[in-house]
Nanobody
Framework: VQLQASGGGLVQAGGVLRLSCAASGRTFSNYVMGWFRQAPGKEREFVAAISWGGGSTYYADSVKGRFTISRDNAKNTVYLQMNSLKPEDTAVYYC???????????????WGQGTLVTVSS
């Protein structure tokens, strides 16, 4: 699976952004899709994941209630709607694909190139 993330940018605190991740190469609906992020000087961390059909979603506590993950299997795309952004959300955001539900980056087989989100205070 090849993954291409987009939608990052600079936004003020309290603002919104929507990230997209387009997939190609294999059957998109066969994969759990996740979003991870890595802030400068920090380890990569789990943000959100969505099951094959979209019926189950998982969120890190730090984004629960503010971020929403969704997918459109007809378009081979997964989205991350980010509302009420905070400066601590500043990071490079990566989309990834896995065979099963997981919050661990080691369980994800395919990764996009990352898109930078910067939230100013």
């Amino acid at each position: 699976v090849q993954l291409q993330a987009s939608g990052g940018g600079l936004v003020q605190a309290g603002g919104v952004l929507r990230l997209s991740c387009a997939a190609s190469g294999r059957t998109f609906s066969n994969y759990v899709m996740g979003w991870f992020r890595q802030a400068p000087g920090k380890e990569r961390e789990f943000v959100a994941a969505i099951s094959w059909g979209g019926g189950s979603t998982y969120y890190a506590d730090s984004v629960k209630g503010r971020f929403t993950i969704s997918r459109d299997n007809a378009k081979n795309t997964v989205y991350l709607q980010m509302n009420s952004l905070k400066p601590e959300d500043t990071a490079v955001y990566y989309c990834a694909a896995a065979r099963g539900n997981s919050v661990y980056s080691s369980d994800y087989d395919y990764w996009g190139q990352g898109t930078l989100v910067t939230v100013s205070s």
